[in-house]
């Protein structure tokens, strides 16, 4: 990866424990005495600034859930007579291949990236040249046969969704469409912010959630609170690493 490029980062003093997700934005500011706020769901105005989305997430921030989901997945594994380096491996919602590269640390077999932002597959290029054995920019939903036909042909053992689950940016139906194209008895990990699997919850996706780890489509063999990031005020906020094995296919 080429030297990440050091950026002017302002955290606002604004509490948004209160608020959604989606409202919490950063400031940029650049050599001229300019500034722009920035959202932190606006992936694409990230990915397009080379270094800043390392330097608010995973060094500001302190984000952890590539490497924590990871290795994880490989001790589960391990656990079940397994190895994650004998994987052929679907990251869904690649982003800019930080799961991908802490996947490619345990040397999985294959591994493939697939991302709705055109983006994120040009920083990933930019960034992380060579990591994927193939990385397509695309709505997996879509109706797009020739991308559905080119993905089953990897024969994906073991799928991994990190950070991308239950705030718009992968609906229930685009993660349906990603565990499907795992075979029978392969491998699922995903991470998920703690409160979607709260009993309070009674939201479309956290129904989803919920009934997927039931029992029905995968057998679960290990579900973990842990520390995803801090806040902008500094707390930590806490996600759930869910990994497990896929029983059947999962229908609507």
Request: glycine residues 8%.
């Amino acid at each position: 990866m080429p030297p990440i490029q050091r950026h002017r980062i302002r955290l606002p003093d604004v509490d948004f424990s209160r608020k959604l997700e989606s409202d919490v934005y950063f400031m940029l500011d650049d050599a001229d005495g300019g500034s722009r706020r920035i959202r932190f769901h606006d992936y694409d105005a990230i990915y397009a600034v080379p270094g800043l989305y390392e330097q608010i997430f995973y060094e500001r921030l302190k984000c952890d859930s590539p490497r924590f989901l990871a290795q994880r997945l490989e001790e589960v594994l391990a656990a079940a007579g397994d190895d994650l380096n004998r994987q052929r491996v679907f990251d869904f919602g690649a982003g800019n291949g930080m799961m991908g590269e802490a996947l490619a640390h345990h040397g999985v077999s294959r591994l493939v990236g697939l991302d709705i932002s055109a983006a994120a597959e040009s920083a990933l290029h930019r960034d992380r040249p060579g990591l994927y054995d193939a990385y397509y920019a695309a709505d997996i939903t879509g109706d797009a046969p020739s991308l559905r036909e080119a993905l089953r042909r990897w024969h994906f053992t073991c799928l991994t969704t990190v950070a991308a689950l239950g705030y718009h940016d992968i609906p229930a139906a685009a993660f349906r469409e990603a565990f499907n194209l795992v075979g029978d008895g392969g491998w699922i990990a995903f991470n998920i912010k703690e409160t979607f699997l709260g009993e309070s919850d009674d939201s479309g996706f956290a129904v989803f959630i919920k009934r997927l780890i039931a029992g029905e489509f995968l057998q679960l063999y290990h579900l973990e609170r842990y520390r995803h990031r801090i806040s902008i005020e500094g707390n930590p906020l806490y996600y759930c690493a869910v990994i497990g094995r896929k029983l059947a296919p999962l229908v609507a």
